[in-house]
């Protein structure tokens, strides 16, 4: 047989009627059908549904001859498809019409979950090859199709897609707990089950809640995430105590009533589960129609008791009375049958053109869609806003409810005829003979409903046992389930953790560098804001050799520690002869330290405060005209008999020091007001 073609669809639409006299015409196979817009398909199906070529076709096979053979083949294929709609190709998600779908789908998925503050379960840099080769991700994406319902599909590539659908539902989750919890004004009661629950399953990290979950970190956000699969997990595990503790109950029942109750099985697989299944559910089938026969038997005998106990009957009943007595429940019960029935075929009539309409206004609105979509779907909806189609839907519903009821009533009449027929039948099988007393007739049918209660009952026993049973099956299956489902909330639960450690340790490096930054920018504030001592004075200024009057100030740049400090020149000169006078070598570290100790005070740099600058400004009257005041612009003179005692090695530090605070230098401010001048005073 040829290969049905394939065809585009402008060769769908533009089909004539010498295209379908093509053998392989009967299946349809229409190019790229699954990246084809709805429209277009629609346009599709109405073209090859339309009844016009199929009735020119079969005027031009009318007027030429037939092949037999070629008929017989045709019938053939047409008794193999019957629809002439588009046959579509088979689902393969490998396909390449697929791909680009799917590679679309997961990049907007992948987007979401990171605009979201997810965290995609895979690099999306691995693309679908990571598929063929999962390594560490096999069971996550294992875990992931069998939660969305794809178990079957191991090919399935939406993993993205599957884990956008399970991070939306926890941020419906997380909404739903902040609405209830804040209105009831119990935040911090949620908040408390999730560290319980946390310290439960030993869980470090401190997790800290919002009532405005948008103000929480990342990192608190995927802690309230693993919170959510938490109490998943904590749902998996109260299902399996209740079950485990069904499960022991009824083999107690069981065991008690030395009925099997399958004590070596702890767990049941799909196969085995399956087998035995059907094996209980035939057993169970079997003693529910036991049961059923028991229950109308009795319901027959207590009838024909309360038949036997009217007041129709005398002190002695004959056989035809008491034949009679049924024979009119069977009339009555048809009358009710036949009421019944036209009164049904009355609300059946009424209905039938309110189905008619329906019927009707749906064909119309298909072909208002098939011409013009967006039009055609604005008229449809205006006319079901219209109050003449509200109160025909209204109508057609009422009468659809009222004919369902009307039939339900008439099953049931005719099942209660069926019944009285029963009793009729029993009547006429009695054994009473041409007629009998009314107190043995009592006697004989209270024996028969005494009866009927003995077989009920041992209908009713081992039904129960084999329910019980079968729910003990049932109970086996559900632990083997739930345990898988533990042991795939695991490998997610698994996975999230690893995910925090990370996360919580990116927090901690970018913590440590942010706070080495801000300790660097404290440790130069504390430097700036440190009183000076005697080497940062000795840095930050000294009187410019070239102008006494004038301070030079140090720049900003900092010393190397190999830099010498600057001195009085005089004293340098004494100083660098007295250690070439020594003889000694010593490092530059060593003798710059050596000389910090040997200068005496009077000596030393003056801090800026107390030195007084003259540059730009005028004396004062009272140094104007103190006679006593040093003049303006020169420098104390270095006190000779102190240069010579430095020039001596044999003195002592201490005592060059005393040396040097025999003649203390005098300070330019005055320790009191000095006397109010006078004139002529010298």
């Avoid at 002439?84 to 997961?106: A, M, S």
Wanted: with cysteine.
């Amino acid at each position: 047989m040829p290969q049905p073609r394939a065809y585009s669809i402008e060769e769908v639409l533009n089909l004539t009627v010498e295209d379908i006299q093509a053998p392989d015409f009967v299946d349809v196979k229409v190019k790229g059908w699954q990246e084809l817009a709805s429209e277009q398909r629609e346009r599709c199906v109405s073209k090859l549904r339309t009844r016009d070529l199929v009735n020119q076709r079969d005027k031009i096979a009318q007027s030429t001859a037939v092949d037999a053979s070629a008929l017989e083949d045709r019938l053939n294929r047409l008794s193999r498809s019957r629809s002439p709609t588009p046959v579509l190709p088979p689902y393969d998600p490998e396909g390449p019409e697929f791909f680009e779908e799917h590679t679309r789908r997961e990049r907007e998925a992948y987007e979401a979950l990171i605009h979201d503050n997810g965290r995609p379960c895979y690099p999306i840099e691995l693309g679908f090859e990571v598929f063929n080769h999962p390594g560490p991700y096999d069971d996550l994406f294992a875990f992931w199709r069998e939660s969305s319902g794809s178990a079957g599909n191991d090919k399935s590539r939406l993993i993205f897609t599957f884990q956008l659908d399970r991070w939306k539902r926890f941020r419906q989750c997380q909404q739903r707990s902040r609405r209830y919890f804040t209105f009831h004004n119990r935040f911090p009661e949620f908040q408390q089950n999730v560290l319980e629950r946390r310290r439960r399953y030993g869980l470090d990290g401190d997790i800290r809640l919002l009532e405005k979950q948008d103000k929480q970190t990342k990192l608190d956000d995927w802690m309230e995430y693993q919170d959510f699969e938490l109490q998943t997990y904590d749902h998996f595990k109260k299902e399996l105590k209740a079950t485990q503790e069904r499960l022991a109950s009824r083999r107690k029942i069981l065991a008690e009533t030395g009925h099997p109750a399958f004590n070596g099985i702890q767990e049941l697989e799909f196969g085995e589960y399956y087998g035995l299944a059907i094996e209980y559910d035939g057993k169970v089938a079997k003693a529910e129609s036991k049961e059923r026969l028991a229950e109308r038997n009795l319901r027959l005998a207590e009838k024909r008791l309360k038949a036997a106990k009217s007041d129709d009957l005398g002190e002695r009943v004959e056989r035809a009375t008491w034949v009679a007595l049924f024979l009119k429940e069977v009339e009555y019960a048809q009358r009710q049958v036949d009421e019944l029935q036209r009164l049904s075929d009355d609300v059946e009539r009424e209905v039938e053109p309110y189905l008619e309409w329906w019927e009707a206004r749906k064909i119309e609105w298909e072909e208002r869609t098939l011409k013009n979509m967006e039009g055609g779907k604005q008229m449809n909806e205006l006319e079901r806003e219209s109050t003449e189609y509200k109160e025909k839907f209204q109508k057609r519903r009422e009468l659809r409810k009222k004919s369902w009821n009307a039939k339900v009533t008439c099953s049931c009449a005719r099942r209660e005829v069926e019944f009285t027929e029963e009793g009729y039948k029993a009547a006429q099988l009695d054994n009473i003979g041409q007629s009998i007393e009314r107190a043995a007739l009592i006697k004989l049918v209270q024996d028969e409903v005494r009866s009927a209660h003995t077989q009920l009952k041992q209908a009713r026993e081992p039904m129960e046992k084999i329910i019980l049973q079968r729910k003990v099956i049932s109970a086996l299956s559900s632990i083997s389930v739930t345990k898988e489902k533990m042991r795939q909330q695991n490998i997610l639960l698994a996975w999230i953790e690893q995910q925090r450690r990370e996360m919580t340790g990116s927090q901690a490096d970018s913590k440590k560098a942010e706070g080495q930054g801000r300790r660097k920018k404290a440790s130069s504030r504390s430097r700036q804001d440190r009183p000076p001592t005697e080497t940062s004075r000795l840095n930050r200024s000294r009187l410019s050799p070239v102008n006494p009057r004038k301070v030079s100030k140090a720049s900003n740049k900092r010393r190397s520690p190999h830099r010498k400090t600057s001195f009085s020149y005089a004293v340098l000169q004494k100083l660098e002869k007295m250690i070439a006078d020594s003889g000694v070598p010593e490092s530059r570290n060593k003798r710059a330290s050596k000389v910090k100790d040997v200068i005496p005070a009077p000596l030393r740099p003056i801090h800026p405060s107390r030195v007084s600058k003259t540059v730009g400004k005028q004396p004062t009257r009272l140094h104007r005209d103190n006679p006593k005041a040093p003049p303006i612009g020169k420098r104390r003179p270095i006190h000779e008999h102190i240069l010579d005692t430095l020039s001596d090695p044999s003195i002592g530090r201490i005592a060059m020091q005393k040396a040097g605070h025999a003649s203390p230098r005098r300070s330019p401010r005055t320790s009191k007001p000095p006397e109010r001048f006078r004139p002529g005073n010298t």
